[in-house]
């Protein structure tokens, strides 16, 4: 069983940044074999995809609208994935949830990829 702990979320102004992170417990992170991803759900929305990255960290993505902001890395090691947002602005405001599963795939883009998901934390971006 993978459990998932999410930290690093507040307040912060537009053009502001914040590092989340994501800890993971069972010893999990350590064994090759689990990809990790990062959600996001903005009141009244669907929950979206923002990032991911492979077992080994060797590969990551994106969506479009992070890109350039947005950055996803691991320390299996320390079995915590992070997810480092700079220039934020407004339109990030959300619940930013991880995610992960094992690799019979490198990551994946949607929901349904994923088995195991954190209690969420709050970005709230102000103009």
């Known amino acids: 069983q993978v459990q998932l702990v999410e930290s690093g979320g507040g307040l912060v102004q537009a053009g502001g940044s914040l590092r989340l992170s994501c800890a993971a417990s069972?010893?999990?992170?350590?064994?090759?074999?689990?990809?990790v991803g990062w959600f996001r759900q903005a009141p009244g929305k669907e929950r979206e995809f923002v990032a991911a990255?492979?077992?080994?960290?060797?590969?990551?993505l994106l969506t479009d609208s992070v890109k350039g902001r947005f950055s996803i890395s691991r320390d299996n090691a320390k079995e915590t994935v992070f997810l480092q947002m700079n220039s934020l602005k407004p339109e990030d405001t959300a619940v930013y949830y991880c995610?992960?599963?094992?690799?019979?795939?490198?990551?994946?883009?949607?929901?349904?990829?994923?088995?195991?998901w954190g209690q969420g934390t709050q970005v709230t971006v102000s103009s």
């Open positions: 990255i492979t077992s080994s960290g060797g590969r990551t």
């Open positions: 069972g010893g999990t992170f350590s064994v090759s074999g689990i990809y």
């Open positions: 995610a992960a599963n094992w690799a019979t795939r490198p990551y994946g883009t949607n929901t349904y990829d994923y088995k195991y």
